[in-house]
């Protein structure tokens, strides 16, 4: 199962430029992780300032 991010994303960015498979793309609130791409390793959880990802 892929990872989520809440809305308390503050789109600073940080998960994406971790993500190894390029998952996460900015969306029109808070980033967004591409369920089907996505490889579920955590990276985008550790590199979160606010907690706002979880699996």
Known sequence: MAHVISDEC??????ASTC???????GENKFEINPDTCVD???CE????VGAISA
Do not use: F, L, T, Y
């Open 10 to 15: 503050i789109s600073c960015g940080s998960c």
């Open 20 to 26: 190894p498979v390029e998952a996460i793309a900015e």
């Open 41 to 43: 390793c955590g990276a």
């Open 46 to 49: 550790d590199a979160c300032p």
